[in-house]
């Protein structure tokens, strides 16, 4: 039997493929709240395909629980933020969820980490608490990292295609943990040492964020002398070597805007582009917000709450707020304007911000400006309703004419 430790966006897929591929599971959160939505038949976020493998999962006889179980193998997928002032990862969460582990393991068990980590965590953070506790690794206790690749918006796909790696001390229960999810992985399962695994995770991450930076800054150049950066991207994509990413207003989630803080922070001497792109990639909800006032001023607007931010989640077509450049955004105006936009999402149904709006028409009626910050399918399959409108399009997907760009 397979104990999931955490089941949010990454653990409880993970969960739910292995029950619906036949493993005997069991997701633990210490959330009871979530786990009692679960346990109520709903799944807690919204993800194309998760509710069918929900309920496949469920038939298969996946259950849902606070308590850490007691078996032989353990995933922990627990959240790995960074520290904001030393960008370093903090390892706190894993720290305590191995903890927990330990109190229930019996002897010969093996804990997969799965959540992200700087090269070196395991090493730093996780063996001395091991140790600490008379536990010999590799006798009483065994130490992977499996890193998780998966893509908000495209998950279930992601899960069952995307080659996977495995960082193991011991080759033997490295396969072991590949034959595991071999149970519902078709990718190529590489087996490798743990700091490796480590690392490539971080690298992988930060290669995107670098090139979005790149792109980011391409915008910013062109903005400056007034040329089309997207038409200057597709002709040099033309180029048989050259594949430059499309800039937009901001990077968020969970991955992109956070793993490349943390060799920022491990290697701030020798990290130098990395930090540079960071820094560019945070800056652009701030440029944004300076396009907003440009377009208002040539257009003679002078009431900021006739602006609409569409889009409150950092990616299209997923319900995951977190670090979105609308949220950073609007932090930013907060700092400098008393009363302000207005903003409307499709897929966030609750109020988290102010001027929030729930239907798409009600948003469009109350604003004459509108920002499109996220290019949810929504906006795509509704472009019409903005004619007539100042619009200024961060994602290039209206195709509108007159419509600016960042
Ligand atoms: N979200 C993504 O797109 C994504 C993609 C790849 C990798 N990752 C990595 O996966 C890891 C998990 O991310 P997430 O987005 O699923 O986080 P999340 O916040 O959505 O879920 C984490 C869950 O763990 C639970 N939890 C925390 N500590 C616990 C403990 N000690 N015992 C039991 N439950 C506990 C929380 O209640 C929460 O439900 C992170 O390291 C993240 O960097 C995330």
């Known amino acids: 039997m397979i104990n999931v430790i955490g089941l949010g966006y990454i653990g409880l897929p993970t969960a739910l493929m292995m029950a619906s591929h036949g493993v005997e599971v069991i997701g ?3 959330n009871k709240e979530l786990v009692d939505t679960l346990n109520a038949g709903k799944t807690t976020f919204k993800e194309k395909g998760l509710d069918e493998l929900f309920d496949a999962a469920v038939k298969a006889g996946i259950r849902f629980t606070t308590e850490y179980q007691v078996t032989d193998t353990y995933i922990v997928s627990v959240p790995t933020p960074y520290d904001k002032f030393s960008k370093k990862v903090d390892a706190c969460y894993v720290v305590a969820a191995v903890k927990d582990v330990m109190k229930v393991c019996p002897k010969g068990a093996t804990i997969v980490i799965e959540s992200t980590v700087s090269p070196g965590t395991i090493e730093k953070y996780v063996r ?3 140790e600490a506790d008379g536990f010999k690794i590799g006798e009483d206790l065994n130490l992977v990292h499996a890193p998780e690749r998966i893509i908000p918006g495209n998950m279930v796909y992601e899960l069952l295609h995307n080659n996977r790696t495995i ?3 011991d080759r033997a229960v ?13 990718g190529e399962i590489v087996v490798t040492d743990i700091r490796t695994a480590e690392m490539t995770k971080v690298v992988e991450n930060t290669f995107r964020a670098v090139n979005i930076a790149f792109a980011n800054e391409l915008a910013k150049i062109c903005r400056h002398d007034n040329m089309d950066v997207y038409e200057i991207i597709r002709i040099c994509n033309m180029h048989p070597r050259v594949n430059i990413l499309q ?11 956070v793993d490349p803080w943390f060799l920022v922070g491990d290697y701030p001497s020798l990290a130098k582009v990395i930090d540079e792109s960071m820094r560019t ?4 909800p701030d440029f944004v917000l300076n396009r907003i006032y440009e377009i208002m001023k040539e257009n003679g607007m002078t009431d900021i709450a006739r602006v609409g931010l569409y889009g409150l989640t950092y990616k299209e077509n997923v319900d995951d707020m977190r670090e979105s450049p609308t949220l950073q955004l609007l932090e930013s105006q907060q700092r400098h304007l008393a009363a302000g936009l207005k903003v409307y999402d499709p897929f966030i149904e609750k109020d988290v911000v ?3 709006y729930h239907d798409l028409d009600e948003f469009l009626a109350a604003v004459n400006f509108v920002v499109i910050m996220v290019k949810h399918n929504e906006i795509r ?7 007539g409108k100042v619009v200024l399009d961060c994602h290039n997907i209206c195709g509108l004419p007159g419509v600016y760009h960042i």
């Open 167 to 169: 960082g193991a001390d």
């Open 128 to 130: 001395p608490v091991i």
């Open 247 to 257: 800039p937009g207003p901001g990077v968020g989630g969970h991955c992109i805007s």
């Open 381 to 387: 399959e509704n472009m019409e309703k903005l004619a």
């Open 354 to 356: 102010a001027n929030q």
């Open 281 to 284: 990639n945070d800056g652009m």
């Open 28 to 30: 633990t959160d210490y």
């Open 174 to 186: 490295g396969e072991k943990i590949k034959e595991l999810y071999s149970s519902f992985c078709e």
